[in-house]
């Protein structure tokens, strides 16, 4: 059984995958401004990744008895021994970015570099814009620490009395209110850019801080930061409002025990040994050593105004005709949609059209995450607006994005939408929308069903498909997960899609299945999959199985991979490979060779325990022959990806693909060129 079988740490895995993040960082042939920004990036992972995984991993260490509770304690070292290595080359890429950045004329200077002119300006900054928002405290055994908001940043001070004696305190660096990065006046007579971060103004002025409280000889600033447990504990009260449920746990969570502090390396043993005594953190928690700068995840901002220096904004690719009915359009011929290569206005310029069509009776929508000027919200509103009966499934417990769709919840039901909090002890994933609209004496179905949220944020830096149908089999498969979430007694029948918890896994385990039988009977046998993560134990255990009965398996993973390649009888078959690039590659694409009838699905679900048994997922066919081809296509494009394509080896070493070609292949150029001279073909162009 699964429990037997050979699994890679999904936590170290993890820890994988956002060393790809960082191989571009170090990567010199990535514009710098994107490199930067990947710098961010690999910031913002591993904060979040202290706050869920690590999380988890130590709740066990501290609960659980005998050799489980010394296995976590050992995931839990390696986990740090990573981390640290992970580190120190982000540490060294960090100056190497800097470096190049001054290579064209762009500067991030610190305190100590400024001129006379650049000094001046900083002061008066600091005493005009910064001083004002400064709150400091002091650290000592008879006070206690003040709740940290672990989405801030800290400085720990040394201060140095004038009569010898020594004080401790701290301050937040007002991030929330101040730009992170100051632009400064260039040195005379030089065409340059350049840039202080607000830490350093606070370390130049440093003294003023306290220039009226203490007499100091001489202050030292330390910059640390915290991450709290993000598990929300909701509780078993089904009758009280989810809303206060949702935002009572909310400020738990902000009180929540801290998992790990990171802090510049180079401050005092006995400031180090105070904080964590204030910060109550025991033999479980995390300590995390860096430089002197910390939240680096403010680099994903970084303000670049020359797109000389960033990857070239992409044009997508129409999708809609903007003069003829999307109805009409649909009733004609399913479409397929790959983002951001093409226009999420596609799904937008669809709810727009349904919320004004005088013959559309209902609207019903999953919103898991959303963008923060969202048109499909005020697309659901003008519905509404305009009589028709509008239903919106909105997950609450969407993690980090719970206090925007409490918000967004109240706007849908001021504006008259039904909002409904999903299925009791189920989070709502899946991505569909069904509008019934009345036809011909009667009732028809379109419905979207996709792999990515209804964000046009994201949808411009995530790879998801969408597709929008008027088949009408699968519309009604469609509007039965909504009957499902709004009435979970019912157990509607689902003839064309598979949905999570009762039937993705056996689907697609029986998919794998067949494979497994044509292989052993001589037959061609193939899996081609794709998806953010593969981490489910019986999943895992059903590839081995393809594997060694002599099935073709290919596996394009994202993030967290569990199997492990290269075990001899095991994984013989099996080729994992994962992709990091310019957009993040986030949808959902199962292939099966299927005796030559090949099937293609796409789903919301990543091959993981809890999307499979614990979400409500869907996972659907792509029926028309030429959207096959294209996914077909798109997947092989990917698989030879000799750019920007690691192999996931046994030790997941993250080696890149090595070109046995002159030609190079960078997937996400070249699938952009192919859909590109496709909607040529199509229009006739």
């Given amino acids: 059984m699964f429990n037997d079988t050979p699994l890679y740490p999904k936590e170290l895995s993890w820890l994988s995958f956002n060393e790809r993040v960082l191989q571009e960082v170090e990567d010199k042939s990535v514009p710098i401004i994107e490199r930067v920004r990947f710098l961010g990036i690999f910031s913002n992972n591993l904060d979040e990744f202290y706050r869920v995984r690590v ?76 001083l004002p928002e400064l709150e400091p405290f002091f650290i000592d055994d008879r006070n206690t620490m003040p709740l940290l908001n672990e989405t801030s940043i800290y400085f720990a001070i040394y201060l140095l009395l004038e009569d010898g004696s020594e004080r401790f305190a701290a301050l937040e660096i007002p991030t929330d209110t101040l730009p992170r990065f100051v632009v400064i006046p260039p040195r005379k007579g030089r065409k340059e850019k350049v840039y202080i971060v607000l830490d350093n103004i606070i370390r130049a002025c440093l003294l003023e801080v306290f220039r009226y409280v203490l007499p100091i000889r001489r202050a030292e600033a330390y910059m640390f930061k915290i991450s709290r447990d993000a598990e929300l504990e909701l509780g078993e009260h089904v009758t009280q409002n989810i809303l206060d ?54 680099f994903m901002g970084f303000p670049a105004d ?72 005020g697309a659901l509103i003008n519905a509404a607006r305009n009589n028709k009966k509008v239903i919106a499934v909105v997950e609450l417990q969407a993690r980090f994005d719970e206090l925007a769709n409490i918000h967004w919840s109240n706007e849908l039901r001021e504006a008259g939408v039904q909002v409904i909090f999903g299925v009791p002890g189920l989070k709502v994933h899946c991505k569909l929308i069904s509008i019934v609209r009345k036809e011909d004496g009667g009732d028809r179905f379109y419905s979207h069903l996709g792999t990515g949220n209804f964000n046009e944020s994201t949808a411009r830096v995530y790879c998801d498909f969408s597709l929008l149908t008027s088949d009408q089999a699968l519309g009604r498969d469609v509007y039965n997960v909504f ?29 794998i299945d067949r494979e497994i039988a044509a292989a052993e009977a001589g037959k061609r046998a193939e899996l081609f999959f794709k998806c953010n993560n593969l981490v489910d134990g019986e999943v895992i255990e059903h590839l081995y199985r393809a594997s060694a009965a002599g099935v073709r398996v290919r596996i394009i993973v994202r993030s967290m991979c569990s199997l492990v390649c290269e075990t001899p009888g095991v994984s013989d ?66 698989w030879s990806d000799n750019q920007k394509a690691r192999v996931l080896d046994k030790l997941q070493s993250n080696t890149r693909i090595a070109s046995n070609t002159e030609k190079g292949c960078r997937s996400q150029d070249a699938i952009y060129r192919y859909l590109k001279r496709q909607a040529s073909r199509l229009s006739g162009g």
């Fill in 306 to 377: 020359s797109a000389r220096h960033s990857y070239k904004a992409l044009n997508p690719l129409a999708t809609l005709p903007e003069k003829e009915s999307v109805f009409n359009l649909l009733r004609g011929h399913d479409q397929l949609y790959y983002y951001p290569y093409h226009d999420f206005r596609a799904i937008t310029n669809f709810l727009v059209s349904a919320a004004i069509d005088p013959q559309v009776k209902e609207i019903r929508i999953n919103l898991y995450r959303v963008a923060k000027n969202s048109r499909v919200v």
């Fill in 245 to 298: 449920r949702v935002a009572k746990s909310l400020k738990k969570r902000k009180q929540a025990e801290p998992v790990r502090l990171a802090y510049d390396a180079k401050m005092p043993e006995v400031l180090l040994n105070l904080v964590k005594k204030k910060l109550k953190m025991g033999r479980y928690d995390s300590f995390t050593p860096g430089g002197r700068y910390h939240n680096s995840k403010d």
């Fill in 573 to 638: 078959n099996i080729q994992v490979i994962s992709l990091v690039d310019k957009y993040l590659e986030h949808a959902r694409v199962y292939i099966f060779h299927n005796g030559g009838d090949e099937q293609v699905w796409m789903s919301s679900a990543d091959l993981m325990t809890r999307n499979l048994d614990h979400r409500v997922e869907v996972t659907f066919p792509v029926r028309d022959e030429q959207h096959r081809r294209t996914v077909k296509k798109i997947m092989e494009l990917q």
């Fill in 483 to 511: 009957e499902f979430i709004q009435f979970p007694h019912l157990r509607p029948e689902y003839r064309h899609i598979a949905v999570s918890p009762y039937t993705n896994r056996p689907a697609l385990l029986s998919a």
């Fill in 55 to 130: 999380a988890d991993v130590r709740r066990l260490a501290a609960f659980t008895k005998g050799e489980n509770k010394e296995r976590f304690a050992e995931l839990l070292a390696d986990i740090n021994e990573k981390v640290l290595r992970l580190q120190r080359r982000y540490h060294t890429a960090y100056l190497n970015v800097l470096s190049d950045l001054d290579k064209h004329n762009i500067h991030l200077v610190n305190e100590n570099q400024l001129c006379e002119k650049q000094r001046a300006f900083v002061e008066a900054y600091f005493h005009r814009e910064v």
